[in-house]
């Protein structure tokens, strides 16, 4: 009767679990339609021509009094954002851990970038100001919901489960990336026939990232459970919790190691992101047809991507997979290298496999990361793994920025960033993750 009665709790407790992961995956699905539709396609150019809308003879803006050029002001949002993003993740981050209850602040972040981004449905005219502020808010509100979002991986999946769970969120994320972005272009580029100038246009694609984000985050809440945590220590202020937590790291040196080789290695996958549509209507003279395709088909074929890879990490285990996946970015940058110009069909080649290993490495990074947590430091660990993903990505820009100021060919700029592949490749190759599994004090899976 007893062994019966744990059988019955256990089966329970699976269920639980899958009904947590299939809310969790809903997350995923709700906000990276903000980062596909706003962030990838919309916002920069719109934002960017209402700057230009308020500037003076001279092409400057002076928000607070600073001359700063039109064309750079969406640049330096973005920058701003991820400062206030790196304040804010690491005091929510151990609030959550300490208190044990983040369905609440990944509410309050959900619904903030979701309104932040609706808003941008009023950036008419000359507002440059206005959506200064409302991307400030919304890309800083998604890297503390992402990082929230992130830290429930430990608590919902068995360490057995996390490659796949992890590889299942990334899919979803890029599906409804792509779904909306379809919706969305069909509307920008229709525009007339729905009785739509292409300004009106562009702002309801803005507005309906930000509905779709909030409309279907009650999933998520509505299904994952908060734990009690056995963190209890006081929350400090500003940059004392931040160094607070990267003293804790620190008694974890192999998990600080992993975080290095990530820091590197997705520094160069964020730029080739940022840089391929720079790349592609630059040195190779393709349209704004041609590379907005090209989007779509990353968007498509990274979830057949995430997939794939988070199958292959079942049977060769999630460091192998990754270190294969940043072979294959290497060989994807030197391809790029030789790619004509004016042949949109390479180009094509070329993002088919950026999608193929794109999803993969990051659902593989983020769920070879949760192993390596110790329990009850899931959020605030995290904030620290959020803070690379986002926070720290400027090197690989930098690089590619010298690199063309230098030689004045955006091939040499893009071959360079092989170098993060190589390096980061080097450094995931040391890390003992098995020791590192256990030293965090959890469960070392069969095959890692």
């Not at 950036?123 to 409302?134: E, I, N, T, V, W």
């Not at 498509?300 to 049977?315: K, S």
């Not at 290298?337 to 088919?352: H, S």
Request: glycine share 10%; aromatic share 10%.
């Amino acid at each position: 009767m007893g062994t019966d009665t744990v059988q019955a709790g256990a089966a329970d407790e699976a269920a639980h679990r899958r009904r947590e992961q299939r809310g969790w995956y809903f997350y995923d699905w709700a906000c990276s339609v903000y980062s596909t539709s706003v962030l990838t396609v919309f916002l920069g150019p719109y934002l960017t021509s209402v700057a230009k809308n308020a500037a003076d003879a001279d092409g400057y803006v002076h928000p607070l009094g600073i001359p700063v050029r039109a064309g750079s002001f969406f640049a330096y949002s973005v920058s701003l954002s991820v400062i206030v993003a790196v304040l804010v993740m690491p005091l929510v981050g151990a609030a959550a851990d300490r208190g044990g209850r983040k369905k609440p602040l990944l509410a309050a972040a959900a619904y903030t970038g979701a309104a932040a981004t609706t808003g941008m449905f009023f950036l008419g005219g000359d507002r440059y100001l206005l959506g200064g502020a409302l991307l400030v808010v919304a890309n800083a509100a998604q890297s503390v919901g992402m990082m929230l979002y992130n830290s429930y991986l430990p608590q919902i999946a068995a360490p057995e489960e996390r490659d796949t769970v992890s590889s299942k969120g990334w899919a979803f994320g890029y599906a409804a990336g792509a779904l909306v972005l379809v919706a969305n272009l069909v509307l920008y580029m229709g525009h007339d026939s729905f009785g739509l100038s292409e300004s009106a246009a562009v702002r309801v694609c803005l507005a309906s990232a930000g509905l779709w984000w909030g409309a279907f985050t009650l999933i998520p809440l509505r299904r994952l459970r908060d734990r009690s945590s056995a963190t209890k220590e006081s929350t400090a202020p500003g940059f004392r919790q931040l160094a607070a937590t990267v003293r804790d790291m620190r008694r974890h040196p192999h998990t600080l190691a992993f975080l290095l080789a990530y820091l590197i290695y997705n520094d160069g996958i964020q730029t080739v992101i940022s840089q391929a549509s720079v790349y592609g209507s630059e040195e190779l003279d393709l349209g704004q047809s041609t590379l907005i395709v090209a989007v779509l088909l990353v968007q498509v074929l990274a979830v057949a991507g995430a997939l794939a890879l988070g199958r292959l990490a079942r049977t060769h285990g999630a460091k192998r997979t990754i270190l294969g996946s940043l072979v294959a970015w290497a060989v994807i940058l030197g391809a790029g290298f030789f790619l004509p110009a004016g042949a949109p069909v390479w180009f094509f080649v070329l993002a088919a496999g950026i999608g193929l290993v794109l999803g993969g490495s990051q659902a593989l990074s983020r769920s070879l990361f949760s192993h390596l947590v110790p329990p009850g430091k899931e959020a605030e660990y995290f904030s620290a793994y959020e803070m690379s993903d986002r926070g720290m990505s400027w090197l690989g820009p930098l690089l590619f920025g010298i690199t063309y100021q230098l030689t004045g060919s955006y091939r040499d700029a893009i071959i360079s960033l092989v170098a993060f592949f190589v390096i980061g490749f080097a450094l995931l190759a040391r890390v003992p993750v098995r020791r590192a599994i256990s030293d965090a004090g959890n469960p070392v899976p069969e095959r890692i």
